[in-house]
């Protein structure tokens, strides 16, 4: 079992650029593949990027290839997500997941989440 907590959510203007933070707690031993979800209200939650264990593997939403870049830092626990290029269409509250089992290519399938961090984006 792993707690997700996520963090650096805030309001920023189109074009500008955000960073979040999502730190494991628990079984941090344990090799999961880390992700960042989304949802806006009235939405499903999307999948927006994926990272495995090793740091090797990423797959990005169309929507945010080349804007957004994930990234971990095991020695921390904590996995990031840079988001570059901000459109006001990327607003919504974002989560962070982590998955025993992930196939490189694909959408995660979380079997932990954290509670939300709050991405708006101004036009």
């Known amino acids: 079992q792993v707690q997700l907590v996520e963090s650096g959510g805030g309001l920023v203007q189109a074009g500008g650029s955000l960073r979040l933070s999502c730190t494991a707690s628990?079984?941090?031993?344990?090799?999961?593949?880390m992700g960042w979800f989304r949802q806006a209200p009235g939405k499903e939650r999307e999948f927006v990027a994926a990272?495995?264990?090793?740091?090797?593997?990423?797959h990005y939403a169309d929507s945010v290839r080349g804007r957004f870049t994930i990234s971990r830092d095991n020695a921390k626990n904590t996995v990031y997500l840079q988001m570059n290029s901000l459109k006001p269409e990327d607003t919504a509250v974002y989560y962070c997941a982590a998955a025993n089992f992930w196939v490189p290519g694909s959408s995660l399938a979380g079997d932990y989440w954290g509670q939300g961090t709050q991405v708006t984006v101004s036009s």
């Open positions: 628990g079984r941090t031993f344990t090799s999961y593949a």
């Open positions: 990272i495995s264990w090793s740091g090797g593997h990423t």
